[in-house]
């Protein structure tokens, strides 16, 4: 199936950093969602995304829907030792066919240094 | 408080064994899946329901199978466990629709081990 193009692969940040990672598309999407894995965890989802420009908050993380549509940013603020995980995007395309299932990203694996 | 539960949470067992890995859901979504991942690396589909009865394969090509009796009741069995069996299988559910609300909800993932 259609992967997403989810960057960077990995960041190795300082506490107290700012984080920024996007997540791209060929096709045009009407949902964005993103995902933090925690270690031997399942996905669990973070912000959820529905209009073009939408800017959404959730404490310290804010995501953004694209105006394109093709693609979504995921930004972490004044990161700590807990933001250490496997953050994935996730999407569902405007043009459903099929099963109409989301589409994931390839994850961002991020490692705060203390 | 609505969730999604999956058992056991670890297994290691030997080739050969007939295994069924289980997963429920309180929130009454109708569909279903099941993933596999390998550690720290990306999600890929192996099944999926939209419902009682319904079953379908995923993206990825899986010697597993799945049923479907109960809305809230979607196992995972392998009929003869190999080591290329060794995964983490992680279930999830969402509404089933055509509108954008399609958020997956995941349990917590069984940890199987294949010796």
């Known amino acids: 199936g259609q992967q997403l193009n989810q960057s960077p692969q990995s960041m190795f940040i300082q506490e107290g950093e700012d984080v920024s990672m996007n997540c791209t598309s060929s096709s045009i999407f009407n949902t964005w969602l993103w995902y933090k894995q925690d270690p031997g965890e399942g996905p669990v989802l973070l912000i959820a995304l529905y209009k073009a420009g939408e800017l959404t908050s959730n404490g310290r993380l804010t995501a953004q829907f694209g105006i394109t549509r093709k693609d979504s940013f995921l930004n972490i603020s004044a990161s700590i030792p807990s933001d250490v995980g496997i953050y994935f995007c996730a999407g569902l395309p405007t043009l459903q066919t099929g099963a109409n299932n989301l589409f994931f990203g390839t994850g961002t694996r991020l490692t705060v240094i203390p | 408080e609505a969730d999604i539960y999956q058992t056991p949470r670890y297994l290691v067992i030997g080739t050969g064994k007939k295994i069924t890995l289980e997963c429920s859901q309180t929130?009454?979504?109708?569909?279903m899946y099941w993933y596999q991942q390998d550690p720290g690396m990306e999600l890929h589909l192996i099944h999926y329901?939209?419902?009682?009865?319904?079953?379908e394969k995923g993206d990825l090509s899986s010697e597993s199978t799945v049923s479907r009796i109960r809305t809230e009741h979607f196992p995972l069995t392998l009929e003869s466990a190999r080591p290329s069996h060794t995964s983490q299988y992680l279930c999830a559910s969402s509404e089933f629709g055509r509108g954008p609300h399609r958020e997956q909800f995941f349990g917590p993932g069984t940890r199987l081990t294949v010796l």
């Open positions: 329901s939209y419902g009682v009865n319904s079953t």
């Open positions: 929130m009454g979504h109708d569909k």
